[in-house]
């Protein structure tokens, strides 16, 4: 089936926003074993909208229209569907309801304007957006379905797990059950782990695994996609591949699934019954921004330390002033501020940057301390690539090397972004 991806909006065809919508929703309908053929980005232009219409229903099977849905002016993907199909705009009582609903239940009225969202092409069928007032809507057009979406990317995101991916499936006469597994790793880059798991689709020769990676620095996310009648085929085929990548890709491996590093972190130390204190320099406090939203945070987490001035992070820590020998300060200030706030575990993570402008070559010695108790871990590295690449790589690396230490891993295994 051949699918094409069509993204309106002037922000968006001018660089103003970055088009990450294109990019997930691609990147959702491959885990499912569904290929995008084209995508198109056009601004909020009538005549643009129609030709691009034109030419994706004479191409292709499938077309995801995202953008356009909301209640202003510069909105016209209502409006074009409907002449693109042939057909008139009618308000849904339906949608009209449903919004009157969603507006009262925040004690907000709702605007003249908002009605607008509520008019659909006449032969459109609704699809649901339990997150928003924007109706996204299917419909033929010279033979192709289409299907439009907001361009709100929670919303987005819902209606096309929810709406759209399962129609989708049907269409493409898939007589089958699809289920995707993650592994998200820390410290292998996307070659690497491709090597280390050769021969993981040779588990099964029908074709029904497959293996794909998705790189994000510092993380990497490693794919499988399982097929088979019914959930229990899935299930049995999905085993042997899910132990084979857990012993290949080992103690890089961060998380499973929707799962995350520092969720992972935090389910360790609340098995420990520990609790923990943080102190960290160039990072701008990213370590603890990590952990704050977790659920049961608040009962781990006692003090958070950002300051890349030496004298507020010795006062932090209760030292009159930090020791001379670079190795050493790390550690006095992890056991400072364990005693300070009277955490169980405390985790320091400093960074020493380089001198000069921001370049690819420009780098930082990242130094590690965790202490619990009389336990003491360190971890130095270094990692080039300009301030942000650094910035990231500590924020992860203090993470992971807090993981480890938790979970009784080496705390010091040499990864792929470590340089010298």
């Known amino acids: 089936m051949r699918i094409e991806i069509l993204c309106t909006g002037d922000e968006v065809l001018s660089g103003k926003i970055v088009n990450s919508n294109f990019s997930y929703i691609s990147q959702k309908l491959e885990d499912f074993g569904l290929q995008v053929i ?85 032969t459109a069928e609704i699809l649901d957006n339990p997150v928003g007032t924007a109706c996204g809507f299917a419909l033929d057009i010279a033979g192709a379905r289409f299907f439009f979406t907001p361009g709100v990317p929670r919303e987005l995101r819902r209606m096309l797990e929810d709406q759209i991916i399962p129609r989708l499936l049907k269409m493409s006469g898939v007589q089958a059950v699809i289920h995707l597994k993650r592994f998200h790793s820390y410290g292998i880059g996307e070659s690497r782990a491709d090597t280390m798991l050769a021969g993981l689709e040779e588990l099964a020769p029908d074709g029904s695994v497959k293996l794909g990676f998705r790189a994000h620095y510092p993380q990497l996310e490693t794919k499988i996609t399982v097929r088979g009648r019914d959930m229990d085929e899935v299930q049995r085929k999905l085993e042997p591949v899910t132990a084979f990548v857990r012993e290949r890709l080992g103690n890089f491996i961060v998380a499973e699934d929707d799962r995350t590093l520092e969720g992972e972190v935090l389910a360790a130390l609340v098995a420990a019954g520990g609790t923990l204190t943080v102190a960290e320099t160039f990072t701008g406090g990213q370590i603890a921004a990590r952990f704050a939203p977790q659920p049961g945070a608040e009962r781990v987490l006692r003090r958070a330390v950002a300051s890349r001035d030496p004298d507020q992070l010795a006062a932090a820590a209760g030292l009159p002033a930090l020791p001379e020998d670079d190795a050493a300060v790390a550690v006095a200030v992890a056991r400072g501020i364990a005693a300070a706030s009277g955490a169980s575990h405390a985790l ?30 360190t971890r130095e590295a270094r990692v080039l690539g300009g301030r942000e690449w650094v910035r990231l790589g500590a924020t992860e690396m203090g993470l992971d090397c807090l993981r480890r230490f938790l979970l009784g891993l080496p705390v010091a295994e040499r990864i792929d972004f470590e340089k010298g």
């Open 38 to 122: 084209w995508g198109t980005t056009v601004g909020d232009d009538r005549d643009s909208l129609m030709a691009a219409f034109r030419l994706a229903a004479g191409r292709a099977d499938a077309v995801i229209v995202n953008g356009g849905l909301g209640p202003t002016v510069d909105d016209l993907s209502q409006e074009m569907a409907a002449k693109a199909a042939g057909v008139e705009l009618v308000l849904s009582e339906e949608w009209l309801a449903r919004m009157e609903e969603y507006f009262q239940r925040r004690s907000r009225i709702m605007p003249p304007n908002n009605r607008k969202q509520a008019m659909l092409p006449a």
């Open 348 to 377: 320091a993570v400093l960074v020493a940057l380089d001198e000069g402008s921001d370049r690819i070559d420009l780098g930082g010695t990242i130094r590690i301390a965790i202490v619990a108790g009389d336990r003491v871990e």
